[in-house]
Nanobody
Framework: QVQLAESGGGLVQPGGSLRLSCAAS????????MAWYRQAPGKQRDLVAR???????NYADSAKGRFTISRDNAKNTVYLQMNSLKPEDTAVYYC????????????????WGQGTQVTVSS
């Protein structure tokens, strides 16, 4: 089994910053892409940013220039640095990882964290 544990959410004023972390643990052989998604109340879950194992990144238009995704492969951890936060960034943020486990070598399985709340409000 694989677990993803997110941390770093909270309440921040508009214009502020937060750094989210997501650590993967369990029977992991390797992790391919890692990503952050978010879901606001009454809306679908949308991609915020994605990073490959080699460090290539892509961002939603709403995140470009404000958010930075990074990862530490040795720690199986992905980060999301969020700057210049806006009220419309308020959502539950979910970590996602494409994992090859020790029990199913050669098969890539999708795992999700339980989410961390980010609220941007004055």
């Amino acid at each position: 089994q694989v677990q993803l544990a997110e941390s770093g959410g909270g309440l921040v004023q508009p214009g502020g910053s937060l750094r989210l972390s997501c650590a993967a643990s369990g029977s992991i052989f390797s992790i391919n892409d890692m990503a952050w998604y978010r879901q606001a109340p009454g809306k679908q879950r949308d991609l915020v940013a994605r990073i490959t194992r080699g460090g290539n990144t892509n961002y939603a238009d709403s995140a470009k220039g404000r958010f930075t995704i990074s990862r530490d492969n040795a720690k199986n951890t992905v980060y999301l640095q969020m700057n210049s936060l806006k009220p419309e960034d308020t959502a539950v943020y979910y970590c996602n990882a494409a994992v090859i486990t020790l029990k199913r070598m050669g098969v890539v399985s999708d795992y999700w964290g339980q989410g961390t709340q980010v609220t941007v409000s004055s």
